[in-house]
């Protein structure tokens, strides 16, 4: 409920920067005396950096439903409003509208290219404390296995599946780490590990491979 919640407000918020954006635009091209108006680039940006980050901090499918919502709805005003500065022979209206589209295909393909680090440090930086104690709370594996616990699995209808732990490493023995590879204390070698500060980090398997099941990428170190 909560992160529907959460969903329906961020599409809100991307339906009311879009809004902000036209009546700026509007208000611009009756008082601007042809001056290119700036503030709809930085809505742009800022709203998309906000939309973004607040789905990617609530789901795992962030990229997919910014795509889906975000960003159809205000290329499509900016388009609307480019068309109608160009009936009305606005040029620096064209132009502010231009530097709109440019500003927010920029950060969208920043934003979705680091989708995969900014997540975790952003879950991370959120809640922190409730992950480490319920790591914490989990009794240490008798194998020499690292504590950890599931943080992250995606998938479609068991197909592609893709898992995160949370790891909680006493000695960081992790901090040089250079992945893919095999660790100590993780029984599957992995491809990506991020630190998310001292003794704690977040650890990707390979695809359809989970803790202690490495059919693909054979046991780890």
């Not at 940006?45 to 973004?52: E, M, N």
């Not at 960081?172 to 003794?199: Q, T």
Request: proline share 5%; charged share 15%; with cysteine.
């Amino acid at each position: 409920m909560v992160g529907a919640a959460v969903i329906i407000a961020i599409v809100v918020i991307a339906i009311v920067v879009s809004a902000l954006i036209a009546l700026r635009s509007r208000h611009q091209s009756l008082n601007s005396n042809g001056r290119c108006d700036w503030l709809s680039p930085s809505c742009a940006v800022v709203g998309a950096s906000v939309v973004f980050l607040s789905l990617t901090a609530y789901s795992a499918y962030a990229d997919f439903m910014y795509l889906l919502f975000f960003v159809p709805i205000v290329f499509l005003t900016c388009i609307v409003l480019l068309v109608a500065a160009a009936i009305r022979k606005r040029p620096r209206q064209c132009l502010s509208m231009l530097i709109t589209v440019v500003a927010l295909a920029g950060v969208s393909w920043a934003l979705l290219k680091n989708q995969g680090a900014l997540r975790p440090s952003i879950r991370w930086l959120l809640w922190s404390n409730q992950f480490k104690a319920e790591v914490l709370a989990r009794p240490a594996p008798d194998n020499g296995e690292l504590r950890h616990m599931e943080w992250e699995a995606t998938g479609f209808a068991g197909v592609a599946n893709n898992t995160v732990y949370l790891v909680y490493d006493p000695t960081d023995s992790l901090s040089e780490a250079r992945s893919p590879g095999k660790f100590n204390g993780i029984p599957c070698k992995v491809p990506y590990v991020l630190r998310l500060e001292s003794h704690w980090y977040s650890i990707q398997f390979y695809t359809d491979e989970v803790w202690g099941q490495c059919p693909w990428s054979g046991a780890g170190g």
